[in-house]
């Protein structure tokens, strides 16, 4: 009697488990529930914005000019919150151990980005939508000269970590030329002090070029100098694709902007 009601309860389980749409004709969904995406936890019809920045982290969501409207709030509290600064522990974490396990030679360097990526903009970004709002250059640059930008905290401690086992740091950015004072200021400030290489972008070179175009070409430059990339880290997929890549890439999540 028994294993005759076992197997009743699991029919009845895998019956309701059965993703929508089977080949019996019936409607059953593995997930009835919806989740609480926007800010406040309130629904949002149409858009799940969880998924959004899943998409946006997995390169599958690409192109994108602003956040979603819908999703500021979410984006605000995964940027303020716990969620950001322990995603990002993991993937420095991650390069860390891969790190300690190599032979180091005094011609190995780990190529950083710098905006979001040892820097942060998120002083900035609070103040306008979280990437919400459109891309603006002069609210942007102005930010920038006043060089007040912090560290982020996992990355400036993976920076330490991996001077302590004598990697060589090249900072590669997509600032222009003209912010260089700036940038080698509030990088020191933020607590960079230690470096190979600063590279920032030349626009009469590359005017017109994608961020990919720009950051393999100069890595290239940097590998024909006699230098071994082993490590390479950015916010941007277009930090870490292209050619000249190094041994390992590591992608930091960002979901206010996206740049190709």
């Not at 995603?87 to 396990?101: L, N, P």
């Not at 060089?147 to 740091?169: D, R, T, V």
Request: charged content about 20%; overall charge neutral.
């Amino acid at each position: 009697m028994r294993m005759k009601v076992f197997v009743f309860v699991l029919a009845v389980s895998v019956g309701a488990w059965q993703c929508e749409g089977s080949e019996h004709g019936h409607e059953n969904q593995i997930f009835p529930l919806r989740m609480k995406t926007g800010s406040g936890g309130h629904y949002i019809p149409e858009v799940s914005c969880q998924s959004w920045r899943v998409g946006v982290e997995a390169h599958n969501v690409v192109e994108w000019k602003t956040v979603p409207a819908d999703c500021e709030g979410y984006v605000g509290n995964y940027m303020l919150g716990k969620q950001y600064r322990s995603d990002s522990k993991t993937v420095c974490h991650e390069a860390f151990s891969y790190a300690k396990t190599l032979n180091i030679t005094s011609r190995d360097i780990w190529v950083f980005d710098v905006d979001e990526t040892t820097l942060s903009n998120l002083p900035y970004y609070a103040h306008h939508g979280f990437g919400v709002e459109p891309y603006n250059a002069t609210t942007s640059d102005e930010w920038v000269e006043v060089g007040e930008a912090p560290a982020l905290p996992e990355s400036l401690k993976l920076y330490k970590k991996l001077l302590s086992l004598g990697i060589k740091i090249v900072f590669l950015t997509g600032r222009p030329l003209n912010q260089k004072a700036v940038t080698v200021t509030n990088l020191k400030i933020a607590g960079y002090h230690k470096w190979e290489k600063l590279i920032l972008k030349d626009t009469s070179i590359y005017h017109g070029k994608t961020a990919v175009t720009y950051k393999s070409s100069e890595r290239k430059k940097v590998e024909k100098e006699g230098y071994k990339i082993i490590g390479n880290i950015g916010d941007q997929w277009s930090d870490i694709l292209g050619t000249n890549t190094g041994q390992r890439t590591f992608k930091l999540p960002d979901p206010m902007y996206y740049i190709s």
